[in-house]
């Protein structure tokens, strides 16, 4: 069966500092990946969408930026963070054929203080 | 007008309640409808997936899209405390393997 895993579960990072969170998946191959960012009561935001590795669509002009080095590797990056920046961050994964079904790691926290 | 429209919440039962949780859509391309639950500081999990029109019941859980109407639903029997959570809506279709989310609705079963 597949999982995906995200890391870390918890982030607290002051103004400035970079950001680097990682998601990968087991038991599938070649998958599309997700980075979604959560807001209180705002619904989820599609960050970055990659059908394969080095491939990344972005969705939102901001100060991230997302990569693919391996098959089921997906980073979400920063180089200097901002107050909003702040969220609940969510990688997914899908088929590359087939249904549109997605589904989602278990998240990660950020806050930026 | 937002693609997919979902009333926010707080929605609050006392246990044992039918609940019906509810998206409308825009987009007429849309034939692939899902619903996710979400407690709270986790990742969605995937609940229900249907494809076009029509009912499909999983042991509590019925979801039912109109296409005519633009209209999805979840239904929950029997509601259980466990349930407590955010249901996010799906759909995608029209040439894009994108799902387009709705915001959420907050569940609250009370004992």
């Known amino acids: 069966s597949q999982t995906i895993h995200q890391w870390p579960a918890t982030l607290v990072q002051p103004v400035g500092s970079p950001l680097s969170l990682e998601c990968t998946v087991e038991g599938t191959s070649n998958p599309n990946l997700y980075w979604y960012r959560q807001a209180a009561g705002r619904g989820l935001q599609l960050l970055f969408y990659s059908v394969g590795i080095g491939q990344i669509s972005s969705e939102v002009p901001q100060n991230l930026s997302a990569s693919r080095p391996q098959d089921r590797q997906f980073i979400l990056s920063s180089k200097k963070l901002l107050l909003s920046d702040s969220g609940f961050y969510l990688c997914a994964w899908s088929e590359t054929s087939g249904s549109d079904t997605q589904y989602f790691g278990p998240g990660t926290r950020l806050t930026v203080l | 007008q937002k693609e997919v429209e979902q009333d926010p919440g707080p929605l609050s039962v ?42 499909k019941e999983d042991g509590r859980f019925t979801a039912q899209v109109d296409k005519s109407s633009k209209y999805i639903s979840l239904f929950i029997r029997d509601s259980q405390p466990s349930d407590s959570a955010t249901y996010l809506c799906a759909m995608s279709g029209g040439g894009s393997y994108i799902p387009t989310f709705g915001r959420g609705t907050s569940l609250i079963v009370h004992p």
């Open chain 2, 14 to 55: 006392p246990e044992g309640a039918i609940v019906s949780l509810n998206c409308t859509y825009s987009n007429s391309a849309f034939q692939y409808f899902m619903w996710y639950r979400q407690y709270s500081r986790k990742g969605p999990e995937l609940l229900m997936y249907t494809y076009s029109s029509g009912n």
